[in-house]
């Protein structure tokens, strides 16, 4: 690695050109309705010769880690961490290839040469960073106690309901304006919110004894790092055009909101629900990570460009204050259609969160009460039908109506073609009705199972064990008795969907429904 | 912080968070020397490093105390995530607050 990177760089980015023998409309396929000069710049400057050294340097460090914790078996993890990854790594799966497909789009959709070349590395990051989950999937399948759940981890985030709030984003994503995906993805997602996961859960991955998910965290973020500078040099490259202000704040407006929503909250629920042993809060990680070092030390200054605050700025700053509490209720009262073992929080952890979010107790109190005097199969009852069933799902985020806090829903509902669709802020109503197409054809999870008997939703979502009835599923880690889909059967508990009509009367009259 | 409100300050604070181990331990010991401000923090599996306004990482100072070559990509192994602008050149890494349009 001895050439000079600079000299190299200079020389390298005056070659360019454009085809004679295609048209520009034919060969960028998709057209932006962003303006992109010429003359950009990677502050990266990464070649493909430095890029495949640094990344096998990467790799030999990485499963040399893996191969010593297959050897040694030694490591006695934490039951709620290996049990959480279950959700936690199907999903991010699934999102690293989908951002893998984006950069294919930029690239070609985006013009400046410079831009180009860190569009097609991260090609290959992504492609790398699903292997590595995957192959920590296959670690951890053949190396925890209890593999269930993590053999249909692939799947599962293709058909559960939780698993819709990455698919939404994600397909969000995917279908807008490609260089809008690289504002979104880029510099909101990447740059503002994987850190707090990558990096900040880093440290709970090596505390609950899980190095593998520590070294796979740390070792995929050392390439976010060049894909925040991707999406900085984008960002520096459309300022330089006056044309694209309003429309990067446009693009900031609604990808700070989705970015929270779709990833953020998920990250908040990991950091409160899934560590055993608590230090820094959810709430204390977004002010770090998120207020601090995005927008105090970056989007701030921006404003000498002409970009304002995020229009949803203050709401999402409303949102963190009760995120993981609120998802928590929703991941834990509907745990039947989830593909882990659940470990309820105990006394002590009430306590922490008391101290952390002080009023914790007298929103959320009840909820765990509740929860804590449902968890046997030979009584019969279901936590979620017991505090009203499932609530509506929001057409945009896909998270339910109980947001930000079950007993403060923000949710609202319309009518459109017939369709009753459901929201659950004034958000994501604002970027429905921006672009009502884009959103309005996902299958929420009523639109799937409606009417069905949840033991059937179970069946058909596969979701049991190899005997074929007991289910993946269970509301504490050891259970005094498994719960299968007899017992689900037997609770008599019909999804229903609080948006349904009969004869033009929403049944059950809110959509805000399984609320403590 | 529990109690307060969540906030939004403008920052000029830098900084990196590198995997830990003999290569992130010289980064730091090189840092401290040359950066009084500056804020070393361990945590279970990373190594912070922050400072005001701007550092920079001297490749040549860092492969003096591993005693061995050392370059940037390799640094980049081990950097996980950094706040600030940053800019990778031959013999050293700079991050600085500021932002800069290029013209």
């Given amino acids: 690695m001895a050439r000079s990177l600079t000299k190299a760089y200079e020389r390298v980015k005056n070659i360019d050109w454009e085809p004679s023998y295609i048209s520009a409309a034919d060969k960028y396929v998709e057209a932006t309705r962003f303006y992109l000069p010429k003359k950009a710049l990677d502050p990266f400057k990464t070649f493909i010769r430095e890029y495949f050294l640094m990344e096998r340097e990467k790799e030999s460090r990485h499963y040399a880690l893996l191969e010593a914790a297959s050897r040694l078996q030694g490591s006695n993890p934490e039951p709620r961490w290996m049990e959480g990854m279950k959700f936690a790594l199907s999903n991010l799966s699934a999102i690293e290839y989908s951002a893998g497909r984006q950069m294919g789009r930029m690239a070609r959709v985006v013009a400046p040469m410079e831009l180009r070349q860190g569009y097609m590395m991260q090609v290959l990051d992504e492609m790398r960073h699903t292997q590595l989950e995957l192959n920590a999937l296959r670690h951890h399948m053949r190396s925890w106690q209890d593999p269930s759940g993590y053999d249909i981890a692939l799947k599962a985030a293709g058909n559960s309901v939780g698993a819709g709030i990455f698919r939404a984003l994600a397909e969000d994503f995917s279908t807008c304006d490609a260089v809008e995906t690289s504002l979104g993805l880029q510099v909101l997602i990447e740059t503002a919110y994987s850190n707090i996961f990558f990096v900040g859960l880093s440290s709970a991955a090596a505390q609950s004894g899980d190095q593998v998910m520590a070294s796979t965290m740390l070792t995929i973020q050392s390439d976010e790092s060049r894909h925040m500078a991707n999406g900085y040099a984008t960002l520096m490259t459309l300022l330089q055009d006056d044309r694209n202000i309003p429309l990067i704040q446009e693009a900031f407006d609604k990808w700070s909101w989705r970015g929270h929503m779709g990833f953020e909250v998920g990250l908040s629920l990991f950091a409160d629900y899934f560590v055993k042993h608590k230090t820094e809060s959810a709430r204390e990680m977004s002010q770090r990570w998120l207020l601090d070092d995005f927008y105090g030390g970056f989007y701030k200054k921006l404003a000498k460009y002409g970009i304002k605050e995020p229009r949803w700025l203050p709401d999402v700053i409303r949102n963190s204050e009760w995120a993981s509490h609120t998802a928590a209720v929703y991941l834990f009262g509907a745990w039947p259609v989830f593909y882990h073992r659940y470990d309820p929080i105990d006394e002590r952890e009430m306590e922490w969160f008391e101290k952390k979010y002080p009023g914790w107790y007298s929103h959320y109190g009840k909820f765990w009460e509740a929860y804590q005097q449902m968890t046997d199969a030979d009584a019969g009852m279901l936590v979620t039908k017991e505090l009203g069933g499932l609530p509506a799902f929001c057409q945009v985020c896909q998270l339910p109506w109980i947001f930000p806090r079950p007993d403060a829903s923000t949710g609202s509902t319309i009518e459109r073609e017939g369709r009753t669709i459901a929201f659950c802020s004034p958000a994501c109503k604002s970027i429905f009705e921006n672009d009502p197409n884009h959103y309005s054809g996902f299958k929420t999870f009523y639109d799937l199972y409606d009417g069905w008997d949840l033991a059937d939703v179970i069946v058909d979502l596969g979701y049991v064990r190899e005997d074929g009835k007991t289910l993946m599923a269970q509301p504490v880690l050891e259970p005094r008795r498994m719960w299968t889909v007899d017992d689900i059967r037997r609770c008599r508990y019909e999804v229903t969907s609080p948006l349904r009509k009969t004869a033009g009367v929403s049944a059950g009259g809110s959509p805000h429904s399984a609320v403590p | ?103």
Wanted: glycine letters at 4%; a negative charge.
């Fill in chain 2, 1 to 103: 912080m529990s109690t307060e409100k969540m906030w939004i300050e403008e920052r000029d604070i830098v900084g990196v968070k590198l995997i830990a181990g003999e290569e992130a331990e010289a980064a730091a010991a090189v840092i401290s020397e040359s950066y009084p401000d500056a804020v070393i923090e361990r945590y279970p599996a990373y190594l912070s490093i922050e400072a005001p306004k701007e550092v920079v990482f001297d490749l040549r100072q860092i492969s003096e105390r591993l005693g061995r070559p050392y370059d940037a990509p390799t640094f980049l192994v081990i950097m996980s995530s950094y706040h600030g602008r940053i800019n990778v050149d031959d013999d050293r890494i700079t991050l600085s607050s500021e932002i800069v349009r290029p013209e």
